[in-house]
């Protein structure tokens, strides 16, 4: 029987595992001893777990020695990543490594096959087994338990994913060997404050309280969006000399000095010759523009989708950000949210592309001086630029939400009822709606503990705060 393995969730059909597999049986340990005069042998002092190194022949299966040329290039495509992904070999199919390949591969060309040998490197030098779920309904009691069972014959780092049930400051999980706090409880003398209050939570899906908007960046208004239960996506581009496409604007229920506005958006180029943009503006009470941030494909030939935000008029604004990300990769295709944010005259902008799940906040910040105005209506724009075909592009929602100030005499929410909250123990990530959220880890003692072999009983508190998931994949040596 041919084996071969899956590597990055990927099989190659082209690949055959030869005979002659180099995979211990164990994650190599190496001893500590110290020596001591006139004492016989020495003492073992401790015991280190090293990298595991997995060296596996293989056969590439070509028609001919020009095909097996054409079959290393893909090959090197598949296995160079940047991270540790799943290594999975079809002998060993209930166990999972996580590795990297290393060195080089030398293909000694056969007729019509090659022969060479990968060498794996796996960082975390255990092979885990399938992932299990453990699951605990919010209670009515003030503490909660989840009991998990880690099968496997080494402790192993779960990942728990929480739906808050009400609003909550703090929720702590509990351990024999550990336990973790993210933000921190309300004593008697402190009040509790809500950072963001949700003024707008438009999903697109009607063009019902939208009106005509004038101005858009550098082109003209033209052309006409539709709605449906997917967001705003455009039916006529019309026609331009420059930059042109339909712009629609909204009005706020109140008018805010310390603000976030959030869209949730599409952008993907299907061919190389598409460009597009798709732009979010602040108004003031006047309708002029008190800020901008878009997400922009103008090249042509090649893929790369940048932000551009702008404090200020459209013209004469300050430039906050107007950057590709350092691989061009994480931001294609772009499916995401861009946010633009000020709070106290600091103005942010963060970006977040969920389809590659690369999210952050851009270095690009600015303070703006003087009297700060205010808030007063949103303006969305889809543009393409002259005659150039148009990336497909669409707006799933856009949010805004009145920010509070936090100080020394108040705590904040961390989640509010319908908020996804991930703990991210094999990480060390925290996540609160697939936004990055390290700086809640709540306590100076609070850590990203294990998950001894069997069950383990942890103490959820709040317990009547949140329905709990905890996933956990059993590790073996």
């Not at 009515?140 to 880690?150: K, R």
């Not at 042109?244 to 310390?258: A, C, D, I, Y």
Request: with cysteine.
């Amino acid at each position: 029987m041919l084996y071969s393995f899956s590597f990055n969730s990927i099989k190659k059909s082209y690949v055959i595992c030869e005979v002659g597999k180099r995979r211990s049986a164990f994650a190599p340990i190496r001893r500590n001893f110290v020596s001591l005069p006139g004492l016989p042998g020495a003492h073992l002092e401790s015991t280190d777990t090293e990298v595991r190194i997995i060296q596996q022949p293989i056969v590439i299966n070509g028609k001919d020695r020009l095909d097996v040329r054409k079959l290393e290039e893909d090959l090197a495509d598949w296995l160079i990543t940047k991270d540790p992904v799943k290594l999975i070999f079809d002998d060993e199919p209930n166990r999972v490594y996580f590795a990297v390949i290393d060195g080089s591969l030398n293909i000694e060309d056969i007729a019509r096959f090659g022969k060479g040998v990968i060498t794996f490197i796996c960082p975390d030098p255990y092979k885990y087994g399938s992932e299990l779920t453990f699951a605990s309904q919010a209670s009515l009691e003030e503490v909660n338990t989840l009991v998990m069972n880690n099968p496997g014959t080494r402790e192993s780092y779960p990942v728990f994913t929480m739906i808050a049930k009400k609003p909550i400051t703090h929720l702590d999980i509990i351990g024999p060997d550990g336990y973790m706090r993210i933000g921190r409880p309300v004593s008697v003398e402190e009040t509790v404050i809500n950072p963001r209050e949700s003024i707008l939570n438009d999903t697109m899906s009607t063009l019902v309280g939208w009106t005509t908007a004038h101005n858009v960046d550098g082109g003209v208004r033209t052309g006409s969006f539709q709605a449906s239960s997917k967001g705003f996506s455009v039916s006529d581009y019309g026609t331009g000399t420059s930059w042109h496409g339909p712009s629609l604007q909204k009005s706020l229920s109140q008018q805010l000095e310390n603000f976030e506005v959030e869209m949730y958006l599409t952008l993907h180029s299907l061919r190389n010759t598409e460009v597009g943009r798709v732009e979010l503006y602040l108004l003031d009470e006047n309708g002029q523009h008190i800020g901008k941030v878009a997400m922009k494909d103008i090249l042509t030939g090649d893929y790369s989708n940048q932000v551009e935000a702008r404090v200020g008029p459209l013209v004469t604004g300050t430039y906050i950000a107007s950057r590709t990300p350092a691989n061009p990769n994480d931001w294609l295709p772009f499916k995401g949210i861009i946010r633009i944010s000020r709070v106290e005259g600091r103005w942010l902008i963060y970006v977040a592309n969920i389809a590659t799940r690369h999210r952050g906040p851009l270095s690009g910040t600015y303070l703006e001086s003087g009297d700060l105005k205010k808030l007063a209506a949103i303006q969305v724009h889809i543009g393409v630029s002259k005659d150039r075909l148009p990336s497909k592009m669409e707006i799933h929602y856009v949010k805004v939400n009145k920010r509070n100030v936090i100080t020394d005499d108040n705590v904040p929410y961390i989640a509010q009822a319908g908020d996804e909250i991930i703990i991210d123990h094999r990480n060390d990530s925290i996540l609160v709606n697939g936004e990055e959220m390290q700086k809640l880890k709540g306590d100076f003692y609070a850590s990203f503990f294990p998950i001894q072999s069997g069950d383990t009983a942890l103490v959820i508190s709040p317990g009547d705060a949140v329905d709990i998931e905890g996933k956990v994949r059993g590790a073996y040596h």
